[in-house]
């Protein structure tokens, strides 16, 4: 399925580029065209204007003089000349001089430009058929139109032109499609990658919250059945029957809080939820309940918090649970007569809270994923010990939705530390 979406995002990409790309190319061609017409069409206006201003026009007699007139005093092109034909129509249309190709009697163009296809007689320089651009300029003299001026160029240097923008387009655009088509596989890889990530991760989630259920349920199931067919009287028997099951269920219950906690709890908190916590006060609070429990009554903990409060903004309630869940833990793997600290500091815009135990500790190699879900370090021991791999994610979790980080350091059979960063109101 990643696969499969990570290849329609890029053939999008692609397409969408692509599209761009295509209209991109289409509108810097046709500028190309409106660019060299537009060159063309100055360099025709300024020859026809040194044409015309030659033509002389006498009124009394009503006769035309252009002997003065370049390329139309003799039918011959004269070397050099970028002018396919030059010609001269008068007031009424009809042809007065010309050079070049053989014209119709009558003029066949408005005035202004024109792009049209010709075959030509008169060069065997140029070839038989050729495309050009047609300027037909009227002429005036002492604000009376004397006549028409006509003049084409052949349109090949602009054809060149533009057949080598075009083939720069052709082997350009394709290629740059490819690097599109590359780009976006790259970048919809990159993109996706922690859908994929957090696909994986719900898979195994998923897969291992089922295997942990699956235990306790077989045990419900077993223990109810037996009560059920057992036709003994003892009545102790049945009581540590129920007591199992109550035990179970019990902790059944624990591992749907802390999965119910772990969906509802993800990502930042919102402002609203933040209040001031006095760590101080919360850490010593924790340090009393704990003083009177059993769970500590084999081991030495001392505790060490500053003299002033130091204050943070965040949910006391969550800051809590994840403290007392580091406190569990080193409870739990700390031999008795062992050391447990708890600590608060600041440490430059950081405060820090830190659980320090001298127990079994943890191997280097099971440090990367001790913050995942379910994972563990010792399955058989954390099986006497009732864990269910969630307690170290909570307190990431937790941790992560106050804007802080966590850290850890372990050596095995010589203790951990791990340690709380929190950013100072």
């Known amino acids: 399925m990643f696969y499969r979406s990570r290849s329609n995002l890029a053939l999008w990409f692609t397409l969408t580029m692509g599209s761009i790309l295509v209209v991109f190319a289409g509108v810097l061609y046709y500028q190309a065209v409106l660019n060299e017409l537009g060159n063309l069409d100055r360099l025709l206006y300024k020859k026809s204007r040194v044409m015309a201003v030659n033509a002389k026009y006498d009124l009394r007699n009503k006769q035309l003089d252009l002997e003065n007139v370049p390329l139309l005093g003799s039918n011959v092109a004269p070397l050099g000349t970028e002018l396919v ?42 070839p038989p058929a050729i495309w050009l651009r047609q300027l037909t300029l009227p002429v ?37 499609l490819g690097v599109i088509g590359l780009a976006g596989w790259c970048l919809g890889g990159i993109a996706m990658q922690p859908i994929h990530d957090s696909y994986e991760q719900l898979q ?37 029957r129920f007591g199992k099951i109550f035990d179970v269920a019990k902790s059944m219950n624990n591992l749907v809080n802390n999965l119910l906690f772990l969906a509802r709890h993800a990502g930042r908190l919102s402002p609203e939820s933040l209040q001031e916590v006095n760590l101080k006060s919360e850490l010593v609070q924790i340090a009393d309940e704990y003083a009177t429990q059993e769970a500590v009554q084999h081991l030495n903990l001392t505790y060490t918090f500053p003299t002033t409060s130091v204050i943070v903004l965040g949910d006391a309630n969550l800051l809590e649970q994840a403290v007392v869940n580091l406190l569990s833990n080193a409870f739990k793997y700390t031999p008795a007569g062992g050391q447990v600290q708890l600590r608060l500091f600041t440490q430059s815009y950081w405060a820090v809270i830190e659980v320090i135990d001298n127990g ?11 913050f995942e879900r379910f994972y563990r370090v010792d399955k058989k021991r954390s099986r006497k010990t009732g864990g269910y791999g969630l307690g170290l994610s909570i307190v990431q979790q937790i941790v992560s939705a106050h804007s802080g980080h966590l850290s850890v350091k372990s050596v095995v059979d010589k203790g951990s530390t791990f340690q709380i960063f929190l950013p100072i109101k």
């Open 360 to 370: 079994i500790g943890i191997p280097e190699a099971d440090l990367p994923h001790i």
């Open 140 to 176: 005036y003299q002492n604000s009376s139109l004397i006549g028409y001026l006509q003049i084409a160029t052949p349109l090949v240097s602009v054809q060149n032109d533009l057949a080598r923008l075009r083939l720069v387009l052709l082997l350009t655009v394709p290629a740059t």
């Open 85 to 126: 034909y030059a010609r001269w129509y008068d007031t009424k249309g009809q042809l007065v001089q010309f050079f070049g190709i053989i014209p119709r009697a009558q003029v066949t163009a408005i005035p202004g430009y024109q792009t049209l296809k010709t075959t030509l007689y008169s060069s065997k320089e140029i």
């Open 204 to 240: 195994r989630f998923t897969a291992d919250a089922s295997h942990e259920l699956r235990s306790p349920l077989s045990a419900i199931t077993s223990n109810a059945q037996y009560g059920l067919i057992s036709q003994s009287t003892d009545i102790e028997a049945q009581r540590q």
